[in-house]
Nanobody, 114 residues
Framework: QVQLIESGGGLVQAGGSLRLSCAASGRTFSIMAWFRQAPGKEREFVAAIRWTSTNTYLVDSVKGRFTISRDNAKNTVYLQMNSLKPEDTAVYYC?????????WGQGTQVTVSS
């Protein structure tokens, strides 16, 4: 059974930092990613990392502020978010892709106050 368990969301003031974690289990994934969905908006891609290389991908709006990384030994992916802005407020979802499927976590709320 595939599970993606997110943690680390919360309320932070603008300019602050949060680190999201996504613990994966159940199978081997080729790539893991973070998406977010703000109220009234569509879910959007934020960042991704391949499981077996150092390649990372970030949406332009978070470059220079967010970093995605992984710990293979813990099967965990992290999203370090610095210099947070109110427009970063959203539910953040962990996603994982493997042959034959894509999986989603339950989401974790990030709220940035101005």
């Amino acid at each position: 059974q595939v599970q993606l368990i997110e943690s680390g969301g919360g309320l932070v003031q603008a300019g602050g930092s949060l680190r999201l974690s996504c613990a994966a289990s159940g199978r081997t994934f080729s790539i893991m990613a973070w998406f977010r969905q703000a109220p009234g908006k569509e879910r959007e891609f934020v960042a991704a990392i391949r499981w077996t290389s150092t390649n990372t991908y970030l949406v332009d709006s978070v470059k220079g502020r967010f970093t995605i990384s992984r710990d293979n030994a813990k099967n965990t992916v992290y999203l370090q978010m610095n210099s947070l802005k109110p427009e970063d407020t959203a539910v953040y979802y962990c996603a994982a892709a493997a042959a034959g499927g894509r999986y989603w976590g339950q989401g974790t709320q990030v709220t940035v106050s101005s």
